[in-house]
């Protein structure tokens, strides 16, 4: 496909340079920094992660490289890439000796062309001739997905394929079996139902590509002179759209969206206008388009995401609406937080974030008012703020091409997100209520229930190990093959805890992984522990101490030994091991600030509390 002049790709919810000369002193800034870091190694304690990422692919894809770094350190990321021999993929998968296996990638990035699964099919095929060449080269990705995750124990991502294909038969391409776009079509279906099945994660350039228009992506010059599929405009995009994929496998994604109420969620301004006077609903554009940025919410909502309100206005007016106006989709029982006043907002998310338990670096804050905008990004540059466009007809694509709240597993507890903020609601009542913690504590009727990891629960034990930062020890990452592989693993404890209450269930909040010391069977290194925000101060962690030293008795071991990794995330457990009743081993501070623990499983005494037990 031909492309003499291919559209500029921009990131409209970025907000714009303020000067021409700042945005290129930026842009050389950016490049040097890139080039500076050819041999990343961020200072302990930096907040900064190193990921090793390969990219195997069948194009040029060099260029990228930059745009991926820079995305990378975004998101408090240094991306360490490695680019594999051109069209080599699978010997330097195969090759022990090749500089793949020297790097050792965490991330293995499949970059692909449909050029290969389509080049020998006729166009007199029939759909049976062109399923069998497809599903073929299909194959052909498992075996590869299945070499990269033995070999590195990586997690692997595999590019749809851009249909850069011309046009054979017209419109009439759809309903030829082997026109070249209705294959390239067929290819990523089946290719995406089969990374669906083994644990593959997808980065969607198809889909970018047909938003943007395939001559943003792909230029046919290029293509000819240096065999790049993806065109140098389309790199920044590219970058962040791979960079959104590692910071969400690493739990880095957004948690909750902040919205803003007066010509946000409806056109006009309450306390001036009345009931009566905002525009909201069908019947008008602004109205549909307000309405519309609700509808995107609640999907939100339903997929996971926390929705809470910041709003300069008087509460009780602003709930009025909510509650009475009849074109409102979103309803007060929609926000886990709801904070309507005069304050500063920048403190009001403080307090939001505050009252969820969770990271101001976990916001996406959403206000038509510029001057609002500018504040929060100035006052709490962790929070994102996306740079609406000045029609609210274009706030939801705004919004969802930013992609603050990728995935990379949609799973029952997700589901269930929405329901279990909204309970916390009600447990804030019932503290607010008690005389004591203790009170409060007896009052919630919690139970737990735990048992080792089975197959059912790996999904929602991989999500929690990647995205939890403050109840993390120890920070590792681990992907859902290493994750089966320490489950299945009879030497080794994975413990998996779920916590009800009163209220509900607040689904699987919390794993415990033991593995033995070296040639030290009796000895337990706790090598992850994480839980989720949502149950802080409940008791769950001297539970689950009592709980997995009563496993570990039983099979005879005598000592629990453990690390603390200080992140600028997890401080809140800086005391965790010796409230458990953990000795220190090391008394010096070393280098990388790790703190080493160990505790007796003989002297040990249980933690009496409030949780009744349900499973062992």
């Known amino acids: 496909m031909q492309s003499d002049m291919p559209r500029r790709l921009t990131m409209g919810w970025l907000p714009a340079p303020s000067d021409f000369r700042g945005h290129l002193r930026a842009a050389l800034e950016t490049i040097q920094l890139d080039r500076a870091l050819g041999q990343p190694d961020p200072e302990p304690g930096s907040g900064f992660s190193i990921v090793r990422l390969a990219i195997l692919a069948s194009s040029t894809v060099d260029h990228l490289v930059p745009a991926i ?242 709003s300069k206005n008087d509460a009780t007016i602003a709930e009025a609406v909510i509650r009475d106006h009849p074109e409102m989709l979103l309803r007060r029982g929609d926000f886990a937080a709801f904070v309507a006043n005069w304050e500063d907002k920048a403190a009001n998310l403080k307090t939001i974030a505050a009252r969820l338990n969770i990271g101001l670096d976990s916001l996406v804050f959403v206000d038509d008012n510029p001057v609002e905008r500018a504040r929060i990004r100035e006052s709490l540059p962790m929070v994102a703020v996306p740079e609406l466009p000045e029609d609210v007809a274009y706030y939801v694509g705004c919004l969802a091409n930013a992609g603050y709240f990728e995935t990379v597993s949609f799973t029952a507890d997700d589901q269930l997100r929405a329901g279990q903020y909204a309970a916390n609601t009600e447990r804030e009542a019932l503290l607010g209520s008690s005389e004591s913690v203790d009170d409060f504590l007896r009052g919630l009727r919690m139970s737990v229930v735990f048992g080792p990891v089975k197959a059912v629960d790996l999904s929602r034990v991989t999500q929690l190990i990647n995205k939890t930062n403050q109840f993390n020890p120890t920070t590792r990452r681990y992907t859902a093959e290493e994750v089966e592989a320490i489950a299945a693993a009879p030497e080794m404890i994975s413990l998996q805890f779920r916590l009800l209450d009163r209220f509900g269930d607040n689904g699987l909040i919390s794993i415990l992984i033991l593995r033995p010391e070296p040639e030290q069977a009796d000895v337990l290194q706790i090598d992850t522990w994480v839980m989720s925000c949502r149950v802080f101060g409940r008791d769950l962690e001297f539970e689950a101490m009592n709980i997995a030293v009563e496993t570990a008795r039983r099979r005879g071991v005598r000592a629990f030994r453990a690390n603390y990794i200080p992140t600028k995330k997890n401080g809140v457990i800086r005391d965790l091991y010796p409230r458990l009743g953990f000795t220190r081993v090391n008394a010096e501070m070393p280098a990388d600030g790790t703190i080493q623990w160990h505790l007796n499983l003989a002297e040990y005494v249980g933690r009496k509390t409030h949780i009744d037990r349900l499973g062992k």
């Open 69 to 310: 770094r820079v995305a990378g350190l975004r998101r408090r990321l240094v991306v360490d890439v490695h680019i594999g021999t051109y069209g080599q993929h699978r010997q330097d998968l195969l090759d022990p000796a090749s500089p793949l296996h020297e790097f050792s990638p965490q991330m293995v990035l499949f970059s692909l062309t449909a050029r290969e699964a389509i080049a020998g099919v006729p166009v007199t095929a029939k759909m049976a001739e062109v399923d069998e060449a497809i599903e073929r080269s299909v194959d052909e990705l498992r075996f590869l997905w299945k070499k990269a995750r033995e070999t590195f124990k990586a997690t692997v991502i595999q590019q749809t394929f851009l249909d850069i294909t011309d046009p054979l038969f017209g419109s009439h391409d759809r309903l030829v079996a082997a026109a070249p776009s209705r294959m390239v079509a067929r290819l990523n279906d089946l290719m995406s139902e089969a990374a669906a099945s083994e644990g593959v994660l997808l980065l969607d350039v198809a889909r970018a590509s047909e938003g943007d228009g395939i001559g943003a992506w792909f230029d046919a010059g290029r293509w000819m002179q240096a065999k790049m599929e993806i065109a140098p405009p389309a790199a920044p995009l590219y970058g962040d759209l791979v960079a959104r994929i590692v910071a969400a496998q690493r739990g880095m994604s957004k948690k909750c969206l902040v919205l803003d109420l007066d010509n946000t969620l409806w056109s006009g301004v309450i306390g001036d206008d009345g009931l009566e006077g905002i525009v909201l609903g069908e019947g008008s554009a602004a109205g549909e388009a307000h309405l519309a940025l609700q509808r995107y919410a609640l999907q939100l909502k339903a997929r996971g995401v926390i929705l809470a309100v910041c």
